[in-house]
């Protein structure tokens, strides 16, 4: 009876349920109130290690996410980056973090094929029905391309496309602003902004070339990203909805410089109409004066217009790009000529301060001669400008 007085007052002190005016008074009132107390104490241990497997779990991510952080933080230190340097790592990580738990693709491969194209088909396909490069394509045929492509959310500030990159995917913005820019010599231009609906990386698909432009997040943005070989397999496999898909990258008003003067002329040689405003415009934009010389040559109008009135001369005068003004003017442009606010290419010069493009356009303006002769005079400009 000591013995079971002395192991009774032991589980009793260990399991702490302390020693109440209800005790045991007897040998069978002691035995059961061990074993009792015994199943009390493994119920009590396997409840809280449970709730410790969830604090645990539930705190995992951000214990990695404290460890990177802490990382990020020795290399900076250890390299002796400068301060501006670390804030954007330190920033970069926090929005990575941030955008992972939005990741939807993980729950999407584990459902059932059958409902993954009815998900998709909801979230997905009007915005894809609006894409430009689909654009009359059957239903069967976007459901095929829908089901295929996979959910991405990515940071802002990163780089989706790098410069010269051939990449395999195609890109289609469900949500937020992807920039284009062109990087040289270690200096970054945007020439352009793309929001939903809009499509890129497709001209490496058809065209075998790579990229000369870096597409990179301007905010937090859902892309879907669809396999260029599975793009080629859809052509082939419908080839009325393929026929449909080329016809429409075709007559894309084309917003990139990468693309060559045959894959702007139709199949008759000339230019459509429609890929007429974009093209130049967008070229002068960038300043690359040989493509730009290139389309003026194949027939393109050199005064042609956008939305607010401004002609390839306009955008190459206030930007600076003295090459492009000159191969403008040896094409006979019209520098007088207004935009809606009523402003000259001269003018755009004067603002920009760009002053050899100021003497260009005002030497061209004052002398109103000739054709035969305003075709020597520009020659000479040309000569003239390359001196100085």
């Not at 035995?31 to 410790?52: D, E, P, Q």
């Not at 404290?66 to 301060?83: D, E, G, T």
Request: aromatic share 8%; with cysteine; glycine share 6%.
């Amino acid at each position: 009876m000591r013995y079971i007085a002395s192991i009774y007052w032991s589980i009793s002190t260990m399991t702490t349920v302390g020693y109440g005016d209800l005790h045991a008074v007897n040998t069978r009132e002691m035995i059961f109130n061990i074993f009792y107390m015994l199943c009390n104490l493994g119920l009590t241990a396997y409840l809280i290690g449970n709730m410790t497997n969830l604090v645990v779990e539930g705190t995992r991510r951000t214990m990695e996410f404290r460890n990177s952080i802490q990382v990020a933080s020795n290399f900076v230190c250890r390299n002796h980056l400068p301060p501006h340097l670390k804030e954007q790592i330190l920033a970069y990580m926090c929005l990575r973090f941030k955008a992972e738990t939005l990741n939807q693709q993980h729950l999407m491969d584990q459902l059932p094929k059958a409902l993954c194209k009815s998900i998709c088909q909801h979230l997905f396909l009007p915005t894809v029905k609006e894409a430009y490069l689909f654009k009359g394509v059957s239903r069967e045929t976007l459901l095929l391309l829908v089901t295929n492509m996979k959910v991405e959310y990515i940071p802002p500030r990163e780089d989706v496309i790098m410069q010269n990159e051939a990449p395999e995917d195609v890109y289609v913005v469900v949500s937020g602003e992807v920039e284009i820019i062109y990087s040289d010599n270690e200096m970054e231009q945007v020439v352009g902004r793309l929001s939903t609906g809009d499509i890129f990386g497709e001209f490496t698909a058809f065209s075998d070339r790579p990229q000369s432009f870096i597409f990179r997040t301007r905010t937090l943005s859902q892309l879907l990203k669809l396999k260029q070989s599975t793009l080629k397999e859809v052509l082939h496999a419908k080839q009325k909805d393929g026929k449909i898909i080329m016809q429409n990258f075709r007559k894309h008003q084309t917003e990139f410089e990468d693309i060559s003067i045959n894959d702007l002329i139709g199949e008759h040689g000339e230019f459509e109409e429609a890929n007429k405003p974009c093209n130049l415009l967008t070229v002068a934009a960038t300043g690359n004066s040989c493509f730009l010389d290139k389309l003026l040559k194949a027939g393109m109008d050199p005064d042609i217009g956008d939305s607010k009135g401004r002609t390839p001369l306009h955008i190459a005068a206030s930007k600076g790009y003295e090459d492009c003004v000159l191969v403008l003017i040896n094409h006979a442009c019209n520098i007088n000529i207004q935009d809606m606010d009523g402003n000259t290419p001269l003018w755009d010069a004067i603002t920009g301060k760009h002053h050899n493009i100021f003497n260009l356009l005002h030497r061209v303006h004052v002398f109103p001669i000739p054709i035969p002769v305003a075709i020597f005079y520009v020659l000479r400009l040309k000569e003239m400008a390359f001196q100085l």
